[in-house]
């Protein structure tokens, strides 16, 4: 019988505490250093519901000369809701931003869970790494995914907007110390409308 008494003492307590309610995850926001003297107009995306300020000297696309535009026409044709902005010194950079309406959440969480299967298909990056973090209440999953010659912030807002939001902050590796600050300004501007 003291065998029993002692088995319940020690299971009883075990199962209360199993059974309690989960306190939900907390959702700390990241800070960011953010110099504005190194951004400079703020992009506003009205249909997804987000502005995010784009570092200062990068340009739409629509700005620059045939020959630079020629370069990535394929690339925007293929972003049917999206908005390039480049480096106006073309050393290096650019900012790549575009909605995602079509998306859901199932393939966004399998995306995060394989990033290399989504992003590394032609095997250019020798390493990816992903983080999800929150910002201004935006849940925002990123990828940094660097090669010899690239480093790219993707980012993938997934809470706190209309419609899942990507932005793709690509950087020449030779030109990223020039470019860090100006992204993290950039990003910490992120928000939502």
């Known amino acids: 019988m003291k065998k029993y008494v002692f088995a319940l003492s ?8 199993s059974c309690q309610p989960k306190q939900p ?12 003297d190194l951004l400079g107009f703020v992009h506003t995306d009205t249909n997804s519901g987000f502005t995010v ?18 370069k990535f026409t ?4 293929s972003l049917s809701l999206g908005t390039i902005y480049l480096d106006s010194l073309q050393q290096g950079g650019s900012v790549f ?15 995060y869970q394989n990033p290399d299967s989504a992003f590394n298909q032609q095997k250019i990056w020798q390493q990816i790494l992903k983080s999800t973090f929150y910002h201004n209440g935006l849940r925002i999953r990123q990828y940094l995914l660097q090669s010899n010659d690239l480093v790219t912030f993707k980012l993938v807002i997934t809470e706190g907007t209309r419609y899942p939001v990507q932005l793709d902050y690509v950087l020449s590796r030779n030109t990223y110390m020039q470019h860090v600050k100006k992204i993290e300004s950039s990003i910490g501007s992120i928000n939502s409308l």
């Open 25 to 36: 995850e907390k959702k700390s926001d990241l800070q960011f250093t953010i110099n504005p």
């Open 97 to 111: 931003i575009y909605s995602l309406p079509e998306a859901d959440t199932v393939t966004l969480a399998k995306i």
């Open 10 to 17: 020690v299971l009883i307590p075990f199962v209360w505490i």
């Open 74 to 77: 394929v690339v925007e044709d």
């Open 53 to 70: 300020s784009i570092p200062k000297g990068w340009l739409p696309l629509s700005v620059f000369d045939s020959v630079v535009q020629n």
